[in-house]
């Protein structure tokens, strides 16, 4: 069983960025679409971007697209979110997912797909 584990979560001031990691323990991460959600206080959790196995494509939330990024690297059994232009309604926890991969070009939105999670990384943004 993948097992996930994030870092690089903290306090940031609005406008600046962030970087998170998820490490994940399975030697056959390229077999996995992989997605970052977050779940903002007293809200649900929601999607924030996700990969798929190849890296070639990727998807994103419409309220973090052209400031998030999110990227894999296989050999490292890595993948990062890059949060650029970060803003106060960006104030959540943010939680890695796993789920194994039926091509190598697809990646899934819905947190009902993934079966991995990690424990997940505060991010708060100050006004």
């Known amino acids: 069983q993948i097992q996930l584990v994030e870092s690089g979560g903290g306090l940031v001031q609005a406008g600046g960025s962030l970087r998170l990691s998820c490490a994940a323990s399975?030697?056959?991460?390229?077999?996995?679409?992989m997605g970052w959600f977050r779940r903002p206080p007293g809200k649900d959790r929601e999607f924030v971007a996700a990969?798929?196995?190849?890296?070639?494509?990727?998807g994103y939330a419409d309220s973090v697209k052209g400031r998030f990024t999110i990227s894999r690297d296989n050999a490292k059994n890595t993948v990062d979110l890059q949060m650029n232009n970060l803003k106060p309604e960006d104030t959540a926890a943010y939680f890695c997912?796993?789920?194994?991969?039926?091509?190598?070009?697809?990646?899934?939105?819905?947190?009902?797909?993934?079966?991995?999670w990690g424990q997940g990384t505060q991010v708060t943004v100050s006004p």
């Open positions: 997912a796993a789920a194994f991969a039926t091509a190598p070009n697809i990646y899934y939105s819905s947190s009902r797909t993934y079966p991995y």
């Open positions: 399975e030697s056959t991460f390229h077999g996995y679409v």
């Open positions: 990969i798929s196995w190849s890296g070639d494509s990727t």
